[in-house]
């Protein structure tokens, strides 16, 4: 189905302004640092100084005599310093330079900045890691207790399929590279917050808190409180950005926050600084990888292998993100047979975690240039190649899962490559004269969406309409700025045929619904929605009942339509929607469900990386155009063309935001975003240096939204919330290759590593 | 965050009163661009600052004004101030470049001239300009007033010798010979918002077919703000031609390594700044 229109929506497939956009753009929006309780007080954390290192002594006494001062507490005085998962609360042995030593409330933020610099501290310095290969030297100091080496085991996954030493046999032309890339901030506009109130009413500590998945920072809170989920309640309001990074950085301070209050008996806001918000939240992992493929003289690729190893920082617990890594690995083709392994090691950097894409954009980043390598290895037109082995419908990918729906990618691919005469330009481009030269770069890849075979994809909501004829959604999933609130009051609007001004989703507070898993993966929509759907349309058969009575005929013969429920063998016979609500409601009956949406089974391997990885995949390409000084190594990009299979285009606008939104952020990861650890510490701790893309330098955007008819959605959609970043690092990659004739195998492509050839390393990697 | 106190002046002379009051624990603001920055960080430069003299409010030190073959510049004028004068666009065109490729709106709003040159960055985008206009700073305290070539302060990055009861009141320069082509070129890691890698500023003076003068200058290359006179001399007396502007430039670089040593960015930096000289150069002389 070519690009968006033909399906036949009501309220699905239109561009209304997103529900929360007028008290965003007046400021009206409260966010949590905005929220200030009576009584409350300022809590703020001690970070270590070193990036590995133990406390021999820490001195506290002068801090405590600071009037206003109303806690400090160090590594001695927690009683469980240690999180439920791999992080401390606080320390006395720092991995990285975002460990906490000591924890601080104070009466405003002066006296608390002034306390945390009177605290006292003694280091002795250890020896640290800090690449991957230093993490995995023999003699390498092992960083966590209990464990035989820096590898976190857990996070190895593996495909195997076919046999790859067979299919290398088989290839006439065998090609190696080697890729990397770096470290990745998220830049959300609000840096994290929490307010914690010991309010004994709602059970032991109520926390608001600019949380990715409340639940999942509920969990935190009971930890370090010990006491039960259900005396913990998180409220979210709404969240300024998150892209993965509002998980565990914002468990951890929702804790200390909650052990402040707890210890003070006051409501305690924890607000980071810039500063500290890039030294504790994860970044994306930086990646080693190494491919190597077979192909024949035709251009079939027979074998393909992936060792790929990322930098997990000191904590991590996200070890699913190479589940992630292996099933895109190998790309958007089909090979017989892959073999991939990919695991994490510990070192003593800031941590890594989930940032938009969740460890495939790195992959694409390799894979995307990779392809192009293998293509001109043997002589092949890089397009041809990609043409000849991309995924089409009845595939089977590197898990051997058989693509059974629509695979658009054939016509997404031919779509683009004529809108921006990609073939032309490519030859063109080749030879130029002039310091400044042009450059086209295409990348394709698919995205599992939702969860897949990670874990399993359910959540839950409840639909109830009011005796007023509005309605009231509750779900466990969270707005964090992607426009979650907006899509889903579409799907309500659709499934009800109400207008979308009479529907509201509030937000999450975690005393109103049961846990409906993380609000990741591109699942908010697609999946997230499931039982949205479903409740919503029981609330309608409810409703149907009431209304049938009031129209003197049967059920059956009711429909609603535009808040308006009429006899379908007479449509003249009609009531509105909203007499029907109050009468429904003064008859003692609720039109109200929860509903819990449990997916089907899915038969995959996790030991050979086999199966089905995924219910259904979401089909991408991106073109992108520069322009590259090769006297400076400055690249401008130019133009990208980026187009996407959604399935269904819940709210087009909101579509083309999210795709500006992972342009943008794609040109950073691939050009401009530098983050400089040096020995673990960071040396781009705020804007200042660490340089993303203005307004300025963001190309013009030209965003090709298509659709087609897969049922493993709510309403047939698709994720697009990371899709629209991760191809752009191979796309740019490409079009510098286009331009220079040089590949940039190590991202970011910044201006010395584009004229250069190589990584300028500060004070010479001393 | 750094704990001070915060002082008003009213007047050119009242602040220089308070200068002496509080002399070696006070510091002026104007637009405070890189002043708020540094006490939001505790920065070790401030040393033992206790009060902030805020010289914002003195409207008698805005203002830009052509004294016959002179130009003069008021201490306090803002970077937007500079760019929507006539006389500057007018006379020194590359000094409006490049002023207007300083931070953002916001930023140019605030930060002054003055402020800009105190601040002492080797990053600085208008350092460079008026090293390159041979500058005088007219500098004013209790004791008097002096006068001094700009270039003549720069102690090291971020430090001058201007005594601590001292404030900049005028930036003057002769006006260009009009057959003077300027340039400013910059490069950053993107296009706004952006600190200069490395910058460049020249003036080029061609008489009859021959430069008769040319001044250049770069910014993060050198170890202090000064006119790279070597490479200035290759160009002098001579008619523009390709080879002459790349001997010129490739002075420049060989003068950055003679003065700051060859370090570990060297590698990027030789054959950049040349290219940036060189398009500069070709700018002024329009050539390109």
């Given at each position: 189905m070519p690009l968006i229109g033909q399906k036949k929506f009501k309220y699905l497939n239109k561009s209304i302004p997103r529900v929360d956009a007028f008290n965003k753009v007046t400021g009206k929006t409260r966010f949590v640092a905005d929220i200030n309780l009576p009584e409350m007080i300022y809590g703020g954390m001690l970070h270590s100084l070193y990036p590995h290192a133990r406390v021999k002594r820490i001195d506290v006494s002068k801090a405590r005599k600071i009037p206003g001062v109303y806690a400090i507490l160090t590594y001695k005085d927690v009683k469980k310093p240690k999180s439920w998962a791999i992080f401390m609360y606080v320390t006395d042995v720092a991995r990285h330079v975002g460990d906490v030593v000591a924890l601080v409330a104070a009466e405003s933020p002066d006296i608390l900045d002034l306390a945390l610099k009177s605290i006292e501290v003694e280091y002795e310095e250890l020896p640290g890691?800090?690449?991957?290969?230093?993490?995995?030297?023999?003699?390498?100091?092992?960083?966590?207790?209990?464990?035989?080496?820096?590898?976190?085991?857990?996070?190895?996954?593996?495909?195997?399929?076919?046999?790859?030493?067979?299919?290398?046999?088989?290839?006439?032309?065998?090609?190696?590279?080697?890729?990397?890339?770096?470290?990745?901030?998220?830049?959300?506009?609000?840096?994290?917050?929490?307010?914690?109130?010991?309010?004994?009413?709602?059970?032991?500590?109520?926390?608001?808190?600019?949380?990715?998945?409340?639940?999942?920072?509920?969990?935190?809170?009971?930890?370090?409180?010990?006491?039960?989920?259900?005396?913990?309640?998180?409220v979210q309001p709404p969240v300024g950005g998150a892209f993965g990074g509002k998980e565990e950085a914002v468990g951890l301070i929702a804790a200390r926050a909650a052990l402040l209050a707890k210890i003070t008996d006051r409501p305690v806001k924890i607000a980071l600084s810039r500063e500290e918000s890039i030294l504790e939240s994860g970044k994306r992992h930086p990646f080693k990888l190494h491919y190597k493929a077979g192909v024949t003289k035709d251009g079939k690729l027979k074998a393909m292998e992936c060792n790929i190893i990322s930098n997990l920082g000191a904590y991590n617990m996200h070890q699913y993100m190479n589940f992630r890594t292996s099933v895109h690995a190998a790309g958007a083709y089909e090979i017989p047979n892959v073999k991939v392994d990919v695991f994490g090691v510990f070192t003593n950097n800031v941590v890594s975690a989930a940032m938009r894409g969740y460890s495939a954009p790195q992959t694409i980043f390799a894979v995307e240039q990779f392809m192009e390598e293998v293509a001109e290895e043997l002589g092949m037109e890089p397009l041809e190649f990609k043409r000849k082995n991309h995924l089409k419908r009845g595939s089977l990918t590197a898990t051997s899962q058989k693509l059974t729906a629509p695979v658009i990618l054939d016509e997404i691919i031919e779509t683009v490559v004529k809108k921006t005469d990609y073939e032309r330009k490519h030859k063109q481009y080749a030879s130029q004269n002039g310091p400044i030269k042009k450059g086209i770069g295409l990348a394709i890849c698919f995205r599992g969406c939702g969860l897949g075979s990670e874990m399993k994809d359910s959540s839950g909501s409840m639909v109830t309409m009011t005796e007023d004829g509005s309605v009231l959604i509750n779900h466990g999933l969270v707005d964090q700025g992607q426009g979650l609130k907006t899509a889903y009051s579409q799907i309500v609007a659709e499934t009800l045929s109400i207008p979308v001004s009479n529907i509201h989703f509030i937000g999450v507070d975690t005393h109103s619904l049961p846990d409906g898993g993380m609000t990741v993966a591109s699942r908010g929509t697609v999946m997230g929605s499931q039982s949205l759907k479903i409740a919503a349309e029981q609330v309608k058969e409810m409703l149907k009942r009431s209304a049938a009575i009031m129209l003197e005929t049967d059920k059956e013969n009711v429909e609603l339509e535009d808040a308006m429920f009429y006899c379908k063998d007479n449509p003249e016979k009609r009531i509105p929607l909203r007499d029907v609500c109050t009468m429904h409601y003064w008859t003692g009956q609720q039109a109200s469900v929860y509903y819990w949406f449990y997916p089907p089974d899915t038969n995959y391997d996790m030991s050979i990386g086999q199966g089905d990885a995924f219910p259904t995949y979401a089909y991408t390409c991106v073109v992108a155009e520069v322009e590259v000084d090769t006297e400076t190594g400055f690249v401008d990009v130019v133009k990208v063309t980026s187009a996407h299979d959604v399935g269904t285009a819940v709210n087009p606008s909101l579509i083309r935001g999210q795709v500006n939104g992972g342009v943008a952020m794609g040109q950073g990861f691939a050009v401009l975003e530098d983050f400089v650890v040096e020995k673990g510490r960071v040396l781009t701790q705020n804007y200042d240096k660490y340089i993303i893309p203005t307004s300025i330098d963001v190309p013009d955007i030209d965003v090709l939204i298509f659709e087609c008819d897969d049922p493993a959605g709510t309403y047939g959609t698709k994720s697009i919330g990371e899709p629209s970043t991760e191809a752009m690092g191979g796309a740019i990659a490409n079009a510098i290759y286009n331009a220079t004739g040089r590949r940039v195998r190590h991202l970011p492509a910044n201006i010395e590593k584009v004229l250069l050839g190589k990584k300028l390393l500060r004070g010479g990697g001393k | 965050m750094l704990r001070f106190d915060y002082l008003k002046a009213v007047s050119i002379d009242n602040a220089c009163e308070l200068l002496s009051q509080y002399s070696g624990e006070s510091r002026l603001i104007a637009g405070g661009t890189d002043i708020m920055v540094q006490i939001r960080k505790d920065d070790e430069r401030l040393g033992n600052m206790k009060y902030i003299i805020d010289i914002g409010d003195v409207c008698e030190l805005s203002y830009v004004e052509s004294e016959g073959n002179t130009i003069l510049i008021g201490a306090g004028l803002t970077h937007k101030e500079a760019c929507s004068s006539a006389l500057l666009k007018e006379n020194v065109p590359f000094l409006v470049e490049a002023v207007n490729s300083i931070g953002s709106p916001q930023i140019r709003n605030r930060g002054t001239f003055a402020g800009n040159i105190c601040n002492a960055s080797p990053a600085s985008d208008l350092i460079p300009v008026l090293v390159a206009l041979d500058a005088k700073l007219r500098l004013k305290s209790m004791s008097g007033e002096r006068v001094v070539e700009i270039a003549s302060i720069f102690e090291k990055p971020y430090k001058t010798t201007i005594s601590p009861d001292e404030m900049i009141t005028e930036i003057s320069f002769k006006k260009l010979p009009a057959e003077t082509g300027t340039a400013f070129v910059k490069l950053g890691y993107r296009k706004a918002v952006t600190i200069a890698r490395m910058n460049v500023a020249v003036c080029v003076t061609v008489e009859d077919g021959v430069i008769a003068d040319a001044r250049i200058s770069a910014g993060s290359v050198m170890p202090t703000p000064c006119r790279i006179t070597s490479a200035e001399q290759i160009l002098k007396g001579s008619r523009p031609a390709e080879n002459l502007i790349e001997s010129a430039a490739k002075e420049v670089s060989k003068e950055m390594i003679k003065r700051s040593g060859y370090r570990w960015s060297t590698e990027y930096k030789q054959p950049v700044i040349e290219v940036l000289t060189k398009r500069a150069l070709k700018k002024a002389l329009g050539v390109e």
């Open positions: 890691v800090f690449t991957v290969d230093e993490a995995m030297a023999e003699d390498a100091p092992i960083l966590h207790e209990g464990m035989k080496s820096n590898k976190f085991e857990p996070s190895h996954f593996k495909i195997r399929k076919g046999d790859v030493q067979k299919g290398f046999a088989e290839s006439d032309l065998i090609v190696e590279r080697d890729y990397e890339t770096s470290h990745v901030e998220h830049v959300y506009i609000e840096p994290e917050a929490v307010v914690a109130d010991p309010n004994p009413n709602e059970g032991a500590m109520t926390v608001y808190a600019t949380s990715q998945n409340p639940y999942f920072t509920r969990r935190w809170v009971a930890d370090i409180l010990d006491v039960n989920v259900n005396q913990v309640r998180i | -």
